[in-house]
């Protein structure tokens, strides 16, 4: 497995984040609630796989995009009307940002990155 990075994300705007596919998308609306979503999105394969099974094929879908990180980590807050992430993980940014972006489309910003 990979070294651990850090990764310091911002979200403008949490209430209009949302995903492409409804029931997928985050719903919630508190920064500990995105933080509970993605946290689970790193750490185990289901939403993953929800997004792997609506896919037009399925057996073609990019396998790279399927590790998870058991012991990943995410914290979130408010700070000055936007939230700020900070993820701890193993998985690439490829993945990474594959599944921030199932939760809550292009809505989030890398601001920095460091290896822990």
């Known amino acids: ?3 651990a990075q850090r990764y310091f994300i911002t979200i403008p705007n949490l209430a ?9 998308s985050f719903q919630g609306s508190s920064p500990q609630s995105f933080a509970d979503a993605l946290q689970a999105a ?34 979130a807050h408010l700070d000055d009307l936007r939230i700020e992430v900070e993820v701890v993980t193993t998985l690439t940014h490829f993945v990474l940002r594959h599944r921030l972006f199932i939760l ?4 989030w910003q890398v601001r920095d990155v460091a290896s822990v």
């Open 42 to 75: 790193l750490r185990q394969p289901i939403l993953f796989q929800r997004w792997k099974a609506k896919q037009p094929d399925p057996d073609e879908v990019d396998q790279s995009l399927a590790p998870v990180d058991p012991n990943a980590t995410v914290s």
């Open 104 to 107: 809550i489309g292009p809505n």
């Open 1 to 3: 497995m990979s070294q």
């Open 16 to 24: 209009k984040a949302r995903g492409p596919d409804p029931d997928l």
